[in-house]
C-alpha cells in the first residue's frame, strides 16, 4: 500500500516515524477517519472541517488541511481502491518531532502528517441484527470535543466491551449517558430520538448530524438533552452512529434486553435511509 508522509507518496512500509514524534511521545496530535464509498469519499469536507477545528483547539497551524482531500482522492486510486465497496481514509496530524520536553517546540518544527487508504471492513452484519453494549464510568478528559489520537481510555473500554461479547462501550459521566468509545449514542422515548447535546463531553460526529438532518426530514422528534443512567431502561430503542457503524441499532445493554431484544421501528426507518443515502452516493 502507498501511503502520504511529509509530503511524499511511499510504500507504507517505508515509511518512518521518528522516536521524537510528539505524537508518539505524548499523543500530541489529532486525526479523522473518512470512509470511501465506490471511490468516492463521504463528507470529506465535513472531515476536513473538524480536523481544522481540531487542529487549531491544540494549536497546531497546519494551513493546508485542505489540500488533504486530493490526497486521500490519490491515494484510494494508486492503491486500487476505488473498485471495492468500502475504503477507509486516515488522516493524523502531530505536533512534528523535537526534543522531549513538555512544552510546545521553542524553535517551530514542521507537523508530521500521515494518510493512508486501506480497504474498509464491512460492518453490515452487526449493522443489520443490532449489538450489544455495556455502560462505563466515562474516565476520558472534558474535551472530547477535540478528535485527539490520544484514546487510551477508548481502548480500554472498547477491549472491556469486547470481553464482555459487547460491540461497544458506552460512557456515564456523572451519572449520564454521554456518547461510545468511536460512536455517538442515541436513545428513543416515546417516539422522540435523544441524544447528548453537543458540548465538550462528546465528539461532534459527522453521522451525528446526518441523523439529526434525517430526523427532520421524517418529522421524527430529535432532542438533545442529557439521559440519566438510571432512565435507560425506559428507552424504547437505541442505536449508535459512526462512520463505520454507520446507524447500528443496539439491542442489549449489559444482561438487559433492549425492547424486545431486536432492531426498533425507528431505528430501522433512520438505518435504512442512511444506507441509502449511501447507495445514492456512491451511483452519483
Ligand atoms: N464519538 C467518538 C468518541 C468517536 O471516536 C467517533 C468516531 O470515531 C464518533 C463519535 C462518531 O463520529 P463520526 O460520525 O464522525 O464518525
Not at 108 to 135: D, F, H, N, W
Not at 196 to 208: A, D, E, K, Q, V
Not at 256 to 263: A, F, I, L, R
Request: proline residues 6%.
Amino acid at each position: 500500500m502507498i501511503a502520504y508522509f511529509n509530503g511524499q507518496f511511499l510504500p507504507r512500509e517505508e515509511i518512518r516515524v521518528s522516536p521524537d514524534d510528539r505524537g508518539f511521545l505524548f499523543a500530541d496530535g489529532v486525526y479523522e477517519v473518512i470512509r470511501a464509498y465506490g471511490g468516492k469519499p463521504f463528507k470529506m469536507s465535513e472531515h476536513l472541517k473538524r480536523l481544522a477545528r481540531s487542529l487549531k483547539e491544540i494549536r497546531i497551524d497546519f494551513p493546508e488541511v485542505e489540500k488533504l482531500a486530493a490526497v486521500g482522492e490519490k491515494l484510494i486510486a494508486v492503491n486500487n481502491l476505488g473498485e471495492g465497496e468500502y475504503a477507509t481514509i486516515y488522516i493524523q496530524i502531530t505536533r512534528g518531532a523535537a526534543s522531549r520536553k513538555h512544552t510546545f517546540p521553542d524553535e517551530p518544527v514542521p507537523p508530521t502528517v500521515y494518510v493512508a487508504a486501506s480497504p474498509g471492513i464491512s460492518q453490515r452484519a452487526k449493522i443489520e441484527k443490532g449489538v450489544k453494549i455495556i455502560l462505563v464510568p466515562d474516565i476520558r478528559w472534558t474535551r472530547c470535543d477535540i478528535k485527539s489520537v490520544s484514546l487510551l481510555p477508548n481502548v480500554l473500554a472498547n477491549q472491556q466491551a469486547k470481553e464482555k461479547g459487547a460491540e461497544e462501550a458506552v460512557f456515564v459521566r456523572n451519572g449520564k449517558i454521554t456518547e461510545g468509545s468511536h460512536t455517538n449514542f442515541f436513545m428513543i422515548f416515546d417516539g422522540q430520538v435523544r441524544t447528548h447535546p453537543l458540548n465538550t463531553h462528546i465528539l461532534p460526529g459527522i453521522t451525528r448530524d446526518i441523523i439529526r438532518d434525517l430526523c427532520r426530514d421524517f418529522k421524527i422528534p430529535f432532542r438533545e438533552k442529557l439521559v440519566s443512567e438510571k432512565d435507560l431502561p425506559k428507552a424504547e430503542e437505541m442505536f449508535l452512529s459512526g462512520t463505520s457503524m454507520e446507524v447500528t441499532p443496539v439491542i442489549q445493554v449489559d444482561d438487559w434486553k433492549v425492547g424486545q431484544g431486536t432492531p426498533g421501528s425507528v431505528t430501522v426507518r433512520l438505518r435504512e435511509a442512511y444506507k441509502k443515502m449511501l447507495d445514492d452516493f456512491r451511483k452519483s
